[in-house]
């Protein structure tokens, strides 16, 4: 079990304390800190029937959750124990010990739905533990279940618990498993000989989120209010959806940084990561996401991954700059020093110019991964020439005019 603090007994989780509810801190960091997938098994019933040494059995151990032997109850409101789970490496089992139904000492019974309420509210698995057999009184006792409908809320709209939208939450309840102790029938179904165990098959779900949504039961009963789940269901949306977008996002990026080598050939080659890691990206979201039914986060974090595809874009774009520049500043020296040196200011200076030109753009065209700015780079850089091109345009025209002039004096001077 990946949990800060390893448990090795129980600790109390929701206190009843004159009759009123409240949430252990200690209890709920150790919960939050646990990083593996939570299976939570709940069990409720009326005291003294033997329900803390149940939970002590299937966490696998003897002692654990305090067992009494006289007609006081012992468990007050809700203990936990975080162990790692039996059967699946790398989950863990959390098991709640809640407080016994109908304790004589207490002067109300309220406090007991609200115990039952939260069990059910918080478990993947909740059982509930009788003893004897099914029959007219123990139907009776499950009267704690049948007032659910008055403690829970599925919609936080009065006109939206149509069966449609009720059973949308439907999955947010535990499997049900009713435990009878010193069972006294014979242990059949349709002629065919069951094992106890058969009552616990199946019994194991994923649950996620429980330290959150308990504070919110707990901090919503405390005020007196009634529980409603699906106001439940998206706070902890607006918490746990957050926090998926950021691993998301973080991945992404990590990914990018760690794929793109700036600066990249042709656009496409960067979409084509940027899509490769995106899909990463949303994936990552999908596991971590917790009902986004509406895809409402799911949207933010693409347009989250659009922003960071342009700021890539936009960085691939300013690396081909600087590349094409450096390299042309390189590959130009020489025209850059033969102009300088009035190397072309002569008759026919022009062509050796052009020439001197031609070479270096060859020369330029052969250096690979110039990126996506490599054309848009050299038009800027002959442009920068266009002046200078044409000074030694017109002093080529002017001195190859004079040149002719002088040979044409000096031919007729010879004529004559």
């Known amino acids: 079990m990946a949990s800060a603090e390893p448990m090795e007994a129980p600790i109390c989780l929701v206190e009843n304390k004159n009759e009123e509810l409240m949430v252990n801190q200690q209890a709920l ?22 329900k803390s040494y149940l939970m002590n059995r299937l966490a696998g151990k003897n002692t654990g959750f305090s067992l009494g032997s006289t007609v006081q109850s012992h468990t007050k409101g ?17 098991l709640l010990d809640t407080e016994g139904l109908g304790d004589v000492e207490k002067g109300d019974s309220k406090n007991d739905s609200w115990i039952f309420a939260l069990a059910i509210l918080l478990s993947s698995t909740f059982v509930y533990n009788s003893v004897s057999t099914i029959n007219h009184q123990a139907l009776e006792q499950m009267q704690y279940v049948t ?11 009065p006109d939206a618990l149509g069966g449609e939208d009720s059973a949308e939450f439907v999955g947010f309840f535990p499997d049900f498993v009713w435990t009878v102790r010193d069972f006294t029938l014979e242990l059949e179904l349709d002629g065919h000989p069951i094992t106890s165990d058969q009552y616990l098959e199946n019994a194991l779900k994923l649950s996620k989120g429980l330290g959150k949504l308990l504070e919110t039961y707990v901090k919503t009963i405390s005020s007196g209010a009634i529980p409603c789940l699906e106001n439940a269901v998206l706070a902890l949306a607006e918490t746990e959806n957050p926090a998926a977008i950021q691993k998301a996002t973080n991945h992404y990026v ?48 693409v347009q989250i991954l659009e922003s960071k595809k342009d700021d890539f874009i936009h960085q691939n774009e300013e690396e081909s700059t600087k590349y094409c520049q450096t390299k042309l500043e390189d590959l130009s020296q020489t025209l850059t020093e033969a102009i300088s040196q009035g190397t072309f200011s002569v008759p026919g200076g022009y062509r050796l110019y052009r020439k001197e030109r031609e070479k270096m753009m060859n020369n330029y065209h052969q250096v690979p991964r110039k990126g996506v700015k490599a054309d848009e780079v050299l038009q800027r850089f002959l442009q920068s020439l266009a002046m200078t091109e044409e000074s030694i345009l017109q002093t080529d025209q002017a001195l190859t005019e004079q040149e002719k002039a002088m040979e044409g004096r000096g031919g007729w001077s010879m004529m004559t």
């Open 254 to 301: 990590e990914q990018m940084v760690l794929k793109v080598d700036f600066p990249t050939e042709t656009l496409q080659d960067l979409l084509n990561l940027h899509t490769d890691c995106e899909k990463e990206a949303i994936s990552i979201f999908m596991k971590h996401s917790f009902k986004d039914d509406t895809h409402k986060f799911q949207k933010e974090l």
């Open 147 to 157: 007032e659910l409908t008055e403690l829970i809320k599925v919609k936080s709209s």
């Open 78 to 94: 809700i203990w936990m124990w975080c162990v790692p789970h039996p059967s699946k490496p790398d989950h863990a089992l959390v």
């Open 29 to 50: 960091r150790i919960l939050s800190s646990i990083s593996n997938p939570v299976m939570v098994v709940a069990i409720a019933g009326l005291y003294r029937t033997g």
